[in-house]
Nanobody
Framework: QVQLMESGGGSVQAGGSLRLACLVS????????LGWFRQVPGKEREGVAA?????????DYADSVKGRFTISQDNALNTVYLQMDSLKPEDTAMYSC??????????????????WGQGTQVTVTS
């Protein structure tokens, strides 16, 4: 069983920054996939960023956040971060982290992930 707990959401003006953190606990393999997803009411969940937690640390980003968001991991703290810069009002959503033990095909595909956190709200005002 794997547990995930997000923190760091809040309200920020457009152009500002936030850093989300996801604490991961439980049984994980030596190589896993961790992802950040977001959802607004009435829309499908969208993959934002993902990372493979091996020595290579491959990442993938949604086109809408490339160059603005950065995903990273701290293995010593069992935490994955999402640094969000140059935030836009359209980034407003509930952000959740998710874990997939082992390797998956689509890093940004929500259906590939088995474990999910409760989510943290991000609101960007204009």
């Amino acid at each position: 069983q794997v547990q995930l707990m997000e923190s760091g959401g809040g309200s920020v003006q457009a152009g500002g920054s936030l850093r989300l953190a996801c604490l991961v606990s439980g049984d994980m393999y030596s190589r896993n996939c961790l992802g950040w997803f977001r959802q607004v009411p009435g829309k499908e969940r969208e993959g934002v960023a993902a990372i493979v937690t091996d020595s290579g640390g491959s990442t993938d980003y949604a086109d809408s956040v490339k160059g603005r968001f950065t995903i990273s991991q701290d293995n010593a703290l069992n935490t994955v971060y999402l640094q969000m810069d140059s935030l836009k009002p359209e980034d407003t959503a509930m952000y959740s982290c998710a874990a997939a033990p082992g390797l998956i095909t689509r890093l940004l595909g929500p259906g590939e992930y088995q474990y999910w956190g409760q989510g943290t709200q991000v609101t960007v005002t204009s």
